[in-house]
């Protein structure tokens, strides 16, 4: 187990730059998060910390040592792959037990037919046997030693990946999208499971997805990545409640932020006919978007200041989101009501919308998040 | 209905043509030289009892055959006896038409022996062309180096030459280091197979990247992934590749041909039946075919032990 750090690292792809200097430090035993869009470049990164891919520049430091030129054998990490890549010729005992033999047995001893017969390799084959029980029995696939991987379920496949990363005691795991092959229902429960064996072994895990439900729920801190950068590291709270950049406050949360444009002046915000006071810090003057979470907004009475029509409704049964064409605006707002709010909420009608002053969340014309030097007073309704 | 009808038909019938010299083959290793010629006796031929002309020459009596005969006919001249040597040496060279055939393949020429050799020879020309091509094709699929796909073409463009535009040079070559009449002539030209090379190349482009980090992640070298992770995973390929290759060597007859001169030792199979040709007593096409079934024998049996996993390997589904 250690720690990891990633230091400016670049990468280009011939004449695009995929990686634009990424910078993190990860503790001993912390669970991090790599989310952000499709092609943003977290496959990438994942590999160049494991070796199988080698940066433009910059440095990968591990427990310190910086590991610029060692081979992804040598790197003493774990890594989960999205597509599982299990041996196919090979059962799951044997996948799972590669890792040690490749490590723990010597070229000869590894020879099939002679090799077990060697001195030495019985004592250290008992070993591997036990260790290789030991993480099936861990991630319950134990009665399954025997099998090929093509006998195998997606989900059953998923925890031999696991295993065979499991299975030695790596300075770190990683792990490539391993749940985007699951069906939801089975997602959600290996979600929890991996967040669960984090806890129980400790160990240093990276993590990449692009599910930003799976980093909220999993991660001790979760980096949000776009285009090649990194917007945002910190704990899921913290990055669901205070994004720093507008594409990560769009990204995080399900469903999306409400995003209203509005313009500055004076302390004042207006959005379209509407006028929104105290919001805005007084120097600020110009376009600033405004942005809202659905449950940061409630149903008020007809005569608040933003008014509009319901126009959709989506009923989860313990919430309802509800889709509200602001009046004067283009576009909708998504809002969260409780069921009990569910008879007003009725197609087209007519609702105002309050929202509490410190929900609301600035960012100026170039998407960065404009804070409020003077305090938002608690409670300060805005309706 | 009517369509599948014509389909079977055309079918049947180029399974017809395609069968027909084997058919011949077959039928004439089992029939007497007189039914040969006369093309009668079915498929099985009449099995009739025949003599073996040769046989009955080589045991012509000489005088000291009839001197050494006379204790076991007593009162009988000197004529008579060998009249009863000679009736005695038809008899027991008289038999059944396939046992004929069949005896005079072994016992003709070393067919045996020659069997052996062809195993030698296609045995090792295979394992050596796996053993060159697999690291090749590995490092042509998946490693990115520079000037991969110059290498590439040159591969392909080897594809183009035909081995006899180059067999005089290589015998040549073979000749001025001393090499001809050995296994080595036979064996050594044959060891990099380009086709190998390309065939593996295909198959190692569709095994996933992700296969191949995941050895390195476990602590596999690129020589460990090629013989642990890329070979187990190719074998309906090299099955598919061990097809061309072994029926292209063990019934080759043009190379051996060339660079065995003289050794019998040294012959392979398809030289075998060449001892049947121009024989002094004119053609002798049933101990002949009786070789050839011999020689073809090994390759039907081993494809239909392994037919299903031929058939995989040529539409190369080996994985997913
Ligand atoms: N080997 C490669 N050669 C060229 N471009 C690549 C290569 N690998 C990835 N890319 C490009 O880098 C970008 C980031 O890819 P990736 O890291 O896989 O994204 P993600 O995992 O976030 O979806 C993509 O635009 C992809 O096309
Ligand atoms: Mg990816």
């Known amino acids: ?383 | 209905m009517t369509r599948d009808l014509w389909k079977h038909l055309i079918l049947i019938l180029g399974a017809l043509i395609v069968i027909a010299p084997f058919y011949m083959m077959v039928s004439y290793s089992f029939k007497s030289p007189g039914e040969i010629d006369r093309g009668e006796g079915g498929f099985f031929g009449r099995q009739e009892m025949m003599v073996d002309e040769r046989c009955v020459k080589l045991r012509d009596p000489n005088r000291e055959d009839v001197a050494a005969a006379v204790p076991r006919f007593p009162n009988k001249t000197d004529s008579q006896i060998r009249d009863a040597l000679v009736a005695e040496a038809v008899s027991d060279c008289q038999m059944r038409p396939i046992v004929f055939n069949y005896s005079k393949a072994f016992t003709e020429a070393p067919l045996l022996r020659y069997l052996l050799n062809g195993v030698i020879v296609t045995a090792s020309i295979f394992l050596i062309q796996i053993v060159v091509a697999l690291p090749a094709a590995y490092a042509l699929a998946k490693l990115k180096f520079w000037g991969r796909e110059a290498v590439f073409s040159l591969v392909l463009f080897c594809l183009l030459i035909p081995v006899h535009a180059i067999a005089l040079p290589l015998y040549i070559m073979l000749a001025k280091i001393g090499l001809t009449n050995t296994y080595a002539a036979l064996v050594v030209p044959w060891t990099i197979s380009v086709f190998g090379i390309f065939l593996m190349r295909q198959f190692f482009i569709t095994v996933p990247d992700d296969l191949i980090d995941a050895a390195r992640m476990d602590g596999m070298g690129e020589f460990a992934i090629v013989w642990r992770v890329m070979l187990p995973t190719a074998i309906p390929a090299l099955l598919a590749f061990a097809i061309f290759s072994v029926v292209a060597h063990w019934n080759d007859y043009f190379w051996p041909r060339i660079v065995v001169t003289g050794n019998r030792d040294l012959f392979t199979p398809p030289l075998g039946l060449r001892e049947f040709k121009g024989d002094g007593d004119g053609s002798f096409f049933g101990p002949m075919m009786a070789t050839a079934t011999v020689i073809v024998t090994p390759l039907i049996v081993a494809f239909l032990v392994a037919q299903r996993r031929f058939i995989e390997g040529i539409t190369l589904s080996g994985m997913k």
């Open chain 1, 1 to 383: 187990m250690a720690d990891l750090q990633i230091d400016q690292v670049t990468k280009t792809f011939g004449d695009t730059q995929v990686l634009k200097g990424i910078s993190l430090d990860i503790a001993d035993g912390e669970f991090v998060s790599l989310v952000g869009p499709s092609g943003c470049g977290k496959s990438t990164l994942l590999r160049i910390i494991a070796g199988l891919e080698g940066q433009t520049s910059g440095a990968i430091r591990i427990h310190g040592q910086d590991v610029s030129g060692i081979r992804a054998a040598d790197r003493n990490l774990s890594m989960v792959f999205q597509s599982y890549a299990l041996y196919p010729h090979l059962t799951v005992a044997e996948n799972i037990s590669v890792p040690l033999k490749m490590r723990q047995l010597s070229a000869v001893q590894r020879l099939p037919v002679i090799g077990p017969f060697l001195p030495g390799s019985r004592d250290k084959n008992v070993e591997i046997a036990a260790a290789v029980k030991h993480a099936a029995q861990t991630l319950e696939i134990d009665k399954l030693l025997d099998r090929k991987p093509g006998q195998l379920s997606g989900g059953q496949r998923q925890r031999v990946a696991l295993g065979r990363a499991l299975v030695r005691e790596p300075a770190a795991f990683l792990l490539d999208e391993p749940l985007s092959n699951l069906d939801a229902k089975l997602r959600v429960q290996t979600r929890a499971e991996i967040a669960e064996l984090h806890r129980r072994i400790g160990a240093t895990f990276v993590y990449v997805t692009h599910d930003q439900v799976e980093a909220m729920t999993m991660s001790s801190r979760i980096a949000v990545m776009m285009d090649g950068e990194i917007l945002q590291c910190d704990a899921p709270d913290e990055v669901y409640h205070n994004p720093l950049d507008i594409r990560v406050a769009e990204f995080i949360g399900s469903p999306k932020i409400n995003i209203l444009p509005t313009e500055a002046s004076g302390g004042v915000l207006r959005c379209g006919d509407v006028l929104l006071p105290t919001l805005a810090p007084n120097e600020l003057n110009g376009p600033v978007l405004l942005g809202l979470r659905p449950e940061a907004l409630r149903l008020a009475s007809e005569d608040a200041v933003l008014k509009g029509q319901v126009a959709h409704v989506e009923n989860l049964g313990s919430e309802i989101f509800a889709q509200i064409s602001l009046v004067g605006q283009e576009g909708r707002v998504t809002l969260r009501a409780t069921p009990v709010q569910r008879r007003s909420l009725r197609i087209g009608a007519n609702v105002g919308i309050a929202f509490e002053g410190r929900a609301a969340l600035l960012f100026d014309s170039s998407g960065k998040r404009v804070f409020n030097p003077h305090l938002i007073p608690a409670h300060s309704e805005v309706a």
